[in-house]
Protein backbone atom coordinates (compact mmCIF):
# COMPACT_ATOMS: atom_id res chain seq x y z
CA UNK A 1 0.00 0.00 0.00
CA UNK A 2 3.07 2.62 0.96
CA UNK A 3 4.47 1.92 -2.43
CA UNK A 4 1.69 1.76 -4.29
CA UNK A 5 0.28 5.52 -2.74
CA UNK A 6 4.09 6.41 -2.33
CA UNK A 7 3.48 7.37 0.83
CA UNK A 8 6.84 6.68 3.42
CA UNK A 9 4.64 6.54 6.65
CA UNK A 10 1.09 5.42 7.94
CA UNK A 11 -0.35 6.17 11.08
CA UNK A 12 -1.54 2.83 12.87
CA UNK A 13 -4.79 3.54 14.81
CA UNK A 14 -7.36 1.63 17.47
CA UNK A 15 -10.93 0.73 16.66
CA UNK A 16 -11.51 4.10 18.34
CA UNK A 17 -9.32 5.92 15.19
CA UNK A 18 -7.09 6.69 17.99
CA UNK A 19 -2.92 6.93 17.27
CA UNK A 20 -1.39 3.67 18.55
CA UNK A 21 1.80 4.02 16.37
CA UNK A 22 3.01 5.02 13.20
CA UNK A 23 4.72 2.46 10.46
CA UNK A 24 7.16 4.22 8.09
CA UNK A 25 9.58 2.27 4.93
CA UNK A 26 12.09 2.44 8.13
CA UNK A 27 10.20 0.39 10.17
CA UNK A 28 10.29 -2.14 7.29
CA UNK A 29 13.96 -1.68 6.43
CA UNK A 30 14.57 -2.33 9.81
CA UNK A 31 13.44 -5.63 10.16
CA UNK A 32 14.50 -6.64 7.12
CA UNK A 33 18.24 -6.41 8.98
CA UNK A 34 19.99 -3.98 6.28
CA UNK A 35 23.13 -4.88 7.82
CA UNK A 36 23.41 -8.12 5.17
CA UNK A 37 23.23 -6.33 2.00
CA UNK A 38 23.21 -9.69 -0.03
CA UNK A 39 19.36 -10.66 -1.04
CA UNK A 40 17.66 -7.71 0.60
CA UNK A 41 14.90 -7.77 -2.13
CA UNK A 42 14.18 -11.19 -1.00
CA UNK A 43 14.17 -10.31 2.45
CA UNK A 44 11.64 -7.47 1.81
CA UNK A 45 9.15 -9.87 0.28
CA UNK A 46 9.58 -12.81 2.38
CA UNK A 47 8.77 -10.20 5.24
CA UNK A 48 5.10 -8.90 3.73
CA UNK A 49 4.15 -12.51 2.78
CA UNK A 50 2.08 -14.54 5.09
CA UNK A 51 3.30 -17.71 6.85
CA UNK A 52 1.32 -20.79 6.43
CA UNK A 53 2.40 -22.26 9.66
CA UNK A 54 1.10 -21.72 13.36
CA UNK A 55 4.04 -20.22 14.27
CA UNK A 56 6.21 -17.76 12.85
CA UNK A 57 9.27 -15.15 13.80
CA UNK A 58 8.42 -13.04 10.55
CA UNK A 59 5.99 -10.00 12.00
CA UNK A 60 2.50 -10.62 10.59
CA UNK A 61 0.97 -7.65 12.27
CA UNK A 62 1.84 -3.82 11.94
CA UNK A 63 1.75 -3.52 15.32
CA UNK A 64 4.91 -5.56 15.71
CA UNK A 65 7.16 -3.11 13.68
CA UNK A 66 5.58 0.13 14.22
CA UNK A 67 6.61 2.67 16.26
CA UNK A 68 4.94 3.59 19.08
CA UNK A 69 5.68 6.93 20.58
CA UNK A 70 3.84 9.18 17.73
CA UNK A 71 4.11 13.04 18.02
CA UNK A 72 0.63 14.48 16.89
CA UNK A 73 -0.64 17.77 16.21
CA UNK A 74 -4.11 19.17 16.94
CA UNK A 75 -6.20 20.22 13.91
CA UNK A 76 -6.73 23.44 15.17
CA UNK A 77 -2.69 24.26 15.83
CA UNK A 78 -1.48 26.99 13.72
CA UNK A 79 1.23 25.65 10.99
CA UNK A 80 3.84 27.73 11.86
CA UNK A 81 4.11 26.06 14.90
CA UNK A 82 4.63 22.58 13.14
CA UNK A 83 8.25 24.19 11.66
CA UNK A 84 10.44 23.08 14.61
CA UNK A 85 8.95 19.19 14.41
CA UNK A 86 9.76 18.82 11.26
CA UNK A 87 13.29 20.92 11.01
CA UNK A 88 14.81 20.39 14.36
CA UNK A 89 12.72 17.14 15.60
CA UNK A 90 13.52 15.14 13.00
CA UNK A 91 10.00 14.30 12.26
CA UNK A 92 9.02 13.48 8.42
CA UNK A 93 5.26 13.28 9.02
CA UNK A 94 2.82 13.87 11.96
CA UNK A 95 -0.61 12.88 12.46
CA UNK A 96 -3.19 15.51 13.04
CA UNK A 97 -5.74 14.74 15.67
CA UNK A 98 -9.62 15.94 16.80
CA UNK A 99 -10.15 17.51 19.86
CA UNK A 100 -11.39 13.80 21.21
CA UNK A 101 -7.97 12.60 20.14
CA UNK A 102 -8.77 10.96 17.17
CA UNK A 103 -7.22 10.91 13.73
CA UNK A 104 -7.87 13.15 10.87
CA UNK A 105 -5.49 13.53 8.61
CA UNK A 106 -1.82 13.48 8.73
CA UNK A 107 0.97 16.32 7.34
CA UNK A 108 4.36 15.75 5.63
CA UNK A 109 7.46 17.78 5.08
CA UNK A 110 6.09 18.07 2.06
CA UNK A 111 2.67 19.59 2.64
CA UNK A 112 4.45 22.11 5.08
CA UNK A 113 6.65 23.50 2.20
CA UNK A 114 3.91 24.04 -0.03
CA UNK A 115 1.47 25.42 2.59
CA UNK A 116 4.61 27.83 3.35
CA UNK A 117 5.28 28.25 -0.64
CA UNK A 118 2.07 29.76 -1.31
CA UNK A 119 1.81 32.04 1.60
CA UNK A 120 4.33 33.93 1.11
CA UNK A 121 3.83 33.75 -3.06
CA UNK A 122 -0.04 34.99 -2.14
CA UNK A 123 -0.77 38.28 -3.34
CA UNK A 124 -0.83 41.06 -0.39
Not at 73 to 84: G, I, Q, T
Amino acid sequence: LMRQRRIKALPVVDRARRIVGIVTVADFMRHADLDRHHGIGDRLRAMVQRVASSHSEQPEVVGQIMTRTVRVASADRPLVDLVPLFSEGGHHHIPIIDHAQRLVGIVTQSDLVGALYRAVRAPA
